[in-house]
């Protein structure tokens, strides 16, 4: 894994967003985040992160298939 590893949260509860947040970036991953899987699916296209924490019960459209898109 790269020095600086990037993490891309997708999911639309902030608490939650931010409890990853607090427990990924001590480990040194630069974090991103995205409150819906259409925001998701582009931070993943133009971030390209490292490791991808996805909700499979977003607001505007199903986790999986946000997943099928990243792929």
């Given amino acids: 894994m ?3 590893p990037t993490a ?3 999911d639309a509860d902030r ?3 931010r409890l990853l947040r607090t427990v990924l970036e001590p480990q040194h991953y630069k974090v991103y ?3 819906s ?3 998701g699916v582009t931070e993943a296209v ?5 490791v991808i924490i996805l909700d499979l019960a977003l ?5 999986l298939t ?5 792929r």
Wanted: net charge negative.
């Fill in 2 to 4: 790269k020095p600086n």
């Fill in 8 to 10: 891309l949260l997708i």
């Fill in 15 to 17: 608490p939650i967003r």
């Fill in 33 to 35: 985040e995205a409150e």
């Fill in 37 to 39: 899987g259409h925001i």
């Fill in 46 to 50: 133009i971030r390209r992160p490292d």
């Fill in 59 to 63: 607001p505007d459209m199903d986790g």
């Fill in 66 to 70: 946000a997943l099928l898109q990243i």
